[in-house]
């Protein structure tokens, strides 16, 4: 059986689909606590390479990491109620160390707000110490009771960014800045078109005053929030005490925002472009762009030969693998496919023969003989054009499923079938809970600007009421 | 008072001065929970340029990074009984999630060694899946009773290599392979020349066959293990039960290794080559290598221009910051001097009227004026003797320190002298406890190869016995 023959259809099965492309690609296999994962070379080497590109885009904003500790005092937690709320049901608890009781009980991070805050409460003293733009690259723990690989696990792998600044304006504008990043990076590496805005306070980050937000389009049409930012407003610094002495001498509360990407645009970038033969990765994070299949080798030296001399030729300037395993072609080929290695080179004893090699683009599966002395060149094009082609047709797949309803019955018929609704509402959380439950769909967010305004006269879809905010709807992960 | 006021004379009391430092330059502060630290980004960038440059060594040896989980059942780690031994005292348990009692104890990893055991028992099958060459950057957690900043912390950062071999040859050479790696990087990087060897039974990893080991002098006297590198045998195969079908198609146990360092290294190189001024760091790993400090420049703007001219084109070949804080130059250089930065170049208004600028080397703290026009290429080989000085004077202190000794007497003498002691020893664990009780010294290597053969007749300097081994005893953190 070929590999890909491991992976049950899209159409068919998308939940099992998805597992099945995560396991056989061999990105990830389950660890032995529930929930957990274990990042496999190809899984961690996406990771790593979307971590470099964002880390160094944050270092351009002035963004300084650090490293604050894995472990809090409960206490800590409870300083800020909205938080403690939206977190208390996840969060991991040491009680034990060794043989002996703790005396007070210890939380695993589900995120780090509060510990920055007790250090910010005791580093800041004037408006010359701000602004302070930290990051950090970190595990985390919510214990979710569904999990599903990259998407939602017990542990996972993010960066959080914190920062404190001298007033809600420059805080609110880098909340902005941060959200349009990821928006860009997610557009320009991962090849995803994302909607962007606003969530409703019902969606909002516990103990936020504004939280933005990035939402892809998987390919089941659900959406995936793929990043936040938040602004914080002054909520935790009256939690902590974090006070500043401003530029005209008067103690004055900060301002602060965080913001964060996690493991989980590993599975955003599964969703958005992979299909029934496995992973189809963007090519500027995929671990390897380019791999030579030489066919038939052990027969043909002559193969293997001109084989590693491309090799040798391609590897300085893209990330390049030569596949060596003793396999027939079939296999071979689908054994690369399941990995999404944008581009495959196969040679065998026919091409030589003609001084040529095959092309193979793993998005469109489209094959193309091109002269072994132009190969060099051609690589380069060929992966932008594979990144646009793929940004394309997941834009296109977004804008064919927005649907826009002025009623709640064309609401449910576009949400049965699995589109993104943008609605006119009348924005309250007793409404949204109910269309929750009725529809499955949740608000995903608020457009930003003008886009946020309903048509005058316009009626909240629900409750026929005068509308507030255009919003959009849809089912989510 | 100038910040270096606010260090301890490291010959007065050598903790305090070590916290001070560490404080003072700001690379760390105290988390909440017992035990665990902040790095601050001076701290962070330090590990981070560590961890680059282990990196790209690693990968050259074809080793790939993964990611396993944080948790771990409590019962994965009694399946090896050395190392549950070893490590039970310090494990910390999640008992409760939420409001949920857990059905099975969880524990939080102090090492992962059965974690990878558990995923290599499923995914070997046959010697072409070997060798296996794994690492991970992660955090740990071993909750010590004695705390100290980087060198014993609750939670700590390190990388953890685990690798799975065919045969018990290729396993040793690899862990010999690392811990020689890990020597030449913290001498070429870290200026830090170490000893190395095997570690007696008595200090050996918990389930390891052989420990190897890198043993650094700190300026106390004191000695620091700094990097270990162990072949574990089929200890955990057994246990895991990890098979594989060898080349003569029969069932064997494979062999294994592991080694690791970690955020210990920079208490390593603090400890080794800073000063009463502060923070004296090694030009190669150093976040900034090069601090530019205009003097007077609010009324000179010239001094400005000047400086911000020679910032612009050193920072495109080195690690270069401009420091613009408004104070006088005496509280600007001892600023700087604490945070340890290689090279310092002042700019002052006399100096601008001569062309020149003065440099200062952290190391020695020796100034030379030169041409504004030669700075440029001055950089380089100023920054390649700074490394070598360091490494030449921590080689002399280290060889200084050594003595070799024949009797206890002598050895008790050494040791209370703050020495490294070379002794023949008769090599038992009950001998090294009572040595350890009435001397604090322990057993720190055994010499690799020739260095660890006795002289003839020979006798243990502990026992009067016949010796067996050349083994180097310290005090040690």
Same mark, same amino acid.
């Given at each position: ?9 899209? !159409? ?20 032995? #606590? ?8 190809? =899984? @961690? ?52 160390? =060794? ?16 510990? @920055? ?17 930290? /990051? ?60 962007? =805005? ?34 914080? =407003? ?55 762009? #380019? ?76 094959? !193309? ?33 927005? #649907? ?16 993104? #609704?943008?609605?006119? @509402? ?23 600007? /003008? ?21 959009? @709807?849809?089912?989510?992960?």
């Amino acid at each position: 059986m070929k590999q890909h023959e491991r992976i049950t259809p899209l !159409e068919k099965d998308f939940a099992k689909w998805y597992t099945d492309v995560v396991k056989q690609s061999e990105l990830m296999t389950y660890g032995p #606590v529930k929930g957990t994962i274990i990042f496999e070379p190809l =899984g @961690f080497s996406l990771w790593d390479n979307i971590k470099t590109i964002l880390d160094s885009q944050f270092k351009k904003q002035g963004v300084n990491n650090v490293y604050f500790p894995l472990f809090m005092p409960k206490r800590f937690l409870e300083k800020e109620k909205d938080h403690i709320e939206g977190f208390a049901p996840e969060v991991a608890t040491v009680t034990r160390v =060794g043989d002996t009781e703790l005396d007070e009980a210890i939380v695993v991070r589900p995120t780090s707000e509060v510990l @920055f805050c007790n250090y910010f409460s005791d580093k800041i003293n004037s408006y010359k110490d701000l602004p302070i733009l930290y /990051n950090q690259w970190a595990n985390v723990v919510r214990w979710e009771k569904t999990t599903r690989p990259f998407l939602r696990t017990s542990e996972f792998l993010w960066q959080e960014g914190h920062t404190v600044h001298e007033s809600a304006l420059q805080a609110r504008q880098f909340a902005r800045k941060m959200i349009k990043m990821y928006r860009k990076f997610l557009q320009d590496y991962l090849a995803i078109p994302t909607l962007f =805005g606003k969530k409703t306070p019902m969606e909002r980050f516990a103990g936020a005053k504004t939280t933005y937000t990035v939402e892809a389009l998987m390919k089941d049409g659900k959406a995936l929030q793929s990043g936040t930012s938040h602004y914080l =407003g002054q909520n935790f610094a009256h939690a902590f005490n974090i006070k500043f002495q401003n530029s005209k001498n008067k103690l004055e509360f900060v301002y602060q925002t965080s913001w964060g990407v996690s493991t989980r645009l590993i599975g955003a970038l599964i969703m958005c472009h992979s299909d029934n033969y496995g992973l189809v990765l963007p090519p500027k994070v995929a671990p390897v762009e #380019v791999v030579i299949m030489p066919i038939f080798a052990d027969k043909h030296p002559l193969v293997m030969e001109k084989s590693q001399e491309l090799f040798k030729s391609l590897k300085r300037r893209f990330r390049t693998k030569i596949d060596l395993t003793n396999k027939g072609p079939g296999y071979k080929a689908a054994a690369n496919e399941i990995k999404g290695t944008p581009i495959r080179i196969e040679i065998g004893p026919r091409d030589i023969a003609n001084d040529e090699v095959t092309i193979v683009r793993r998005d469109t599966l489209k094959k !193309e003989k091109v002269n072994i002395s132009e190969v060099r060149d051609r690589i380069k094009p060929l992966l932008t054009d594979i990144h646009n082609q793929m940004l394309a047709k997941a834009t296109k797949h977004l804008e064919d499923n927005i #649907v826009e309803v002025t009623n709640y019955d064309q609401f449910k018929a576009a949400i049965k079938d699995n589109k993104i #609704v943008l609605a006119p @509402f009348g924005c309250n959380s007793t409404h949204e809970e109910k269309i929750k439950i009725e529809t499955q769909a949740t608000t995903r967010c608020i457009p930003i600007g /003008n886009a946020s305004k309903p048509p005058v006269d316009a009626k909240c879809f629900y409750s026929n009421k005068k509308a507030k905010k255009m919003i959009y @709807f849809a089912k989510a992960y």
